[in-house]
């Protein structure tokens, strides 16, 4: 039996990450209007928001799906990392380059021992921290990974569970849910610099009142 063609082999991700494409388009259609217009300006307003996606390395079964994801969240408009883009854990490339909100985003996906190491130690880090998301395989909840996780306070509430057998099947439920994660994050920045704009106006009038009158 002949051996599907390199062509072949590339088209094959790309149709997997378009057809999640097109389930989330078909959900978004449920949104309201506003929803879907506020979404669009976002994202127009923040196109250098960055994810930095942990989780199953290039040995992994798995590190194809992670791939499928970091396709999709490029697919609206985020710049995606992986963990193995640096030297991995907390010695990201450099603390310069992506401090203040360069790096807007850490989900993790908690499949293998190694992601759940770097997400407890991402945990301990304050700065990072309030950045971090992780999605835990709904049949490693009992196991070691599980009780890693659940024993780290650190970690609770940032914790969301999926079906690893679904993903297995490059089932849309993780993706999706990762992309709304993301969604949702660029929002929430979005609104916080809204809230800063006002006072850094006011701030720059005092200034030039000040100014005018010396």
Same mark, same amino acid.
């Given at each position: 039996m ?14 997997i ?6 389930r &989330?388009?078909? =959900? ?15 994202q127009?307003?923040l ?6 996606l ?14 499928l994801?970091?396709?999709?969240l490029?697919? =609206?408009?985020?710049r995606?990392?992986?963990?193995? =883009?640096?030297?991995?854990?907390l010695n ?7 401090e ?13 021992v ?5 997400a ?14 992780? &999605?835990l ?16 306070q ?13 993903f ?43 100014r005018?009158?010396?």
């Amino acid at each position: 039996m002949r051996k599907p063609s390199k062509v072949a082999r590339a088209a094959v991700p790309k149709k997997i990450i378009e057809n999640w494409w097109l389930r &989330f388009e078909l =959900d978004a259609r449920r949104l309201h209007p506003q929803v879907v217009e506020t979404r669009k300006r976002v994202q127009q307003q923040l196109p250098n928001f960055t994810v930095w996606l942990g989780g199953p390395g290039r040995h992994s079964p798995f590190y194809k799906h992670r791939k499928l994801i970091k396709g999709l969240l490029e697919r =609206d408009g985020f710049r995606v990392y992986f963990s193995e =883009d640096g030297a991995g854990g907390l010695n990201l490339p450099s603390r310069e380059k992506i401090e203040g909100h360069a790096l807007s985003l850490i989900i993790i996906l908690v499949i293998t021992v190694g992601a759940a190491g770097e997400a407890v130690e991402f945990a301990h880090d304050d700065w990072l921290k309030p950045k971090l998301r992780l &999605f835990l395989p709904r049949e490693f909840q009992n196991g070691y990974v599980g009780q890693l996780l659940s024993h780290k306070q650190l970690l609770r509430g940032k914790t969301s569970i999926f079906s690893l057998r679904k993903f297995q099947r490059f089932d849309p439920e993780l993706p999706l849910r990762t992309l709304e994660t993301a969604i949702d994050e660029r929002f929430e920045q979005e609104r916080k610099i809204a809230m800063i704009r006002p006072t850094r106006r006011l701030n720059d009038e005092t200034k030039k009142r000040r100014r005018n009158r010396n």
